[in-house]
């Protein structure tokens, strides 16, 4: 993804990632309102969303890259978010990803991140990256292992208890799937 185009898009074989913005509020608060899917990372009223996606492009506009909505190529429709966030108090890049229940078990989070790795090692020369994992998201755990991250320590994260997982560059797993 080209740094100073906000419009490029990461592709897969089923999936789109594009910049979140702040016009993805209304679907930001659907995402999380579901309490399988914030019970790891939070519930956002309308007003939160906004702010958080504000910090999203501030960041996109910053240091390059963000959080992606993931949508389906065959649909259009967004089914997730999956991207790098920089954690200044951790001095980390971190990537994440959420996706709405319906949409788990298929492989999208696996896919989705390892292009996004891809893009991090490549284009960006990002190092390392890590992925803050709350205790008990073993699904999320999962991902991450099967991406080739190892847990590196145990930390605080927005007052949860998780662990962090952290891959350096050219460690990264390459095959597809799950």
């Known amino acids: 993804m080209d740094r100073k ?3 490029t898009v990461i592709t897969t074989e089923r999936l789109r990632l594009r910049p979140l913005t702040e016009d993805d509020a209304d ?3 659907r995402l999380h309102a579901d309490t399988e899917v914030n019970r790891f990372v939070g519930g956002y009223t309308r007003d939160q969303a906004t702010v ?10 910053e240091r390059g890259h963000g959080l992606c909505a993931v949508e389906l190529r065959s649909t259009g429709d967004t089914i997730g978010r999956c991207g790098l966030n920089w954690w200044e108090q951790f001095g980390e890049t971190e990537i994440g990803w959420t996706f709405a229940r319906e949409h788990w078990g298929r ?3 696996t896919e989705a991140a390892r292009a996004v790795l891809a893009w991090g090692f490549g284009p960006l020369g990002l190092r390392q990256i890590t992925a803050m994992i709350h205790h008990g998201n073993t699904a999320s755990s999962g991902v991450a292992r099967r991406l080739g991250f190892t847990p590196l320590r145990e930390d ?3 007052e949860r ?6 891959l350096a560059r050219g460690d990264a797993s390459p095959p597809a799937g799950d």
């Open 27 to 29: 679907w930001w608060v």
């Open 161 to 166: 208890p998780c662990t962090v997982y952290a």
């Open 156 to 158: 605080t994260v927005l």
């Open 52 to 61: 958080r996606l504000r910090a999203v492009e501030q960041q996109w506009t």
């Open 107 to 109: 492989g999208y989070a």
């Open 5 to 7: 185009d906000r419009t």
